[in-house]
């Protein structure tokens, strides 16, 4: 009875429902916005489904994709800290779900529900990493380690028992931005990788295991 317990606190859907957490359901298109950076911050967000980018706008009108949420995962929590305007841009890269908190309903159930306050913040500290890891990627990897974590990480290697393998459909461009590497260098590397057999077409793109080997090596 207890290892039951356990096994079902650790899934956020179950919490949040045992914790009386309510909201509303909204639905994204692949491709659509789901708030812009410098927006009004009032929500956290719930992934029941689909993927979201995370991105921040530089200079000459780029953006870097930080982060890529998935179900199980929450999004927007930095109103919870204070953060008065979104520091960030989101869109659904997939069909995707989402249920939406008021921040005064996730503060009241984080007051009132002690194990759901240490779950949650279990889940954020664990999201945190998970962006933290990409951002020194991006400042200190090879351009082929770079590419070789983006794709990994969005077939959630090491995150689930079972990967997903295959990928969103991705444009070469949005590729590019999330592994934050030119076209040109991304159409070479994609080539190879498929040469050394770490991603294959058939026809959708799929990351096989071997990929890996990329990311691990000194």
Do not use: W
């Not at 045992?18 to 639905?27: D, H, M, Y």
């Not at 929450?74 to 249920?99: K, N, Y």
């Not at 934050?180 to 991304?186: C, T």
């Amino acid at each position: 009875m207890r290892t039951k317990k356990t096994k079902s606190i650790s899934n956020p859907h179950i919490f949040l429902s045992a914790a009386g957490v309510t909201g509303r359901a909204a639905k994204f298109r692949r491709g659509e916005r789901i708030y812009s950076q410098g927006d009004p911050a009032a929500t956290v967000m719930y992934v029941r489904s689909g993927r979201v980018k995370l991105s921040v706008a530089k200079a000459k009108r780029k953006e870097v994709v930080v982060a890529i949420f998935r179900p199980g995962d929450f999004l927007g929590e930095g109103c919870m800290a204070g953060q008065s305007r979104r520091v960030g841009t989101t869109q659904a890269i997939e069909h995707t779900t989402l249920l939406i908190i008021p921040k005064k309903e996730l503060l009241r159930a984080l007051h009132a529900k002690h194990e759901f306050a240490d779950r949650f913040i279990t889940f954020l500290l664990a999201q945190n990493l998970r962006t933290e890891e990409k951002l020194i990627g991006h400042l200190f990897n090879s351009t082929e380690k770079q590419l070789a974590r983006t794709l990994l990480l969005l077939a959630s290697y090491g995150e689930q028992p079972l990967p997903d393998r295959v990928l969103p459909k991705l444009s070469p461009a949005t590729l590019s931005t999330m592994a934050g590497i030119p076209r040109l260098r991304l159409k070479f590397l994609m080539n190879k990788f498929r040469k050394l057999g770490f991603i294959e077409d058939s026809p959708e793109l799929k990351v096989n295991k071997s990929l890996l080997t990329v990311v691990l090596r000194d």
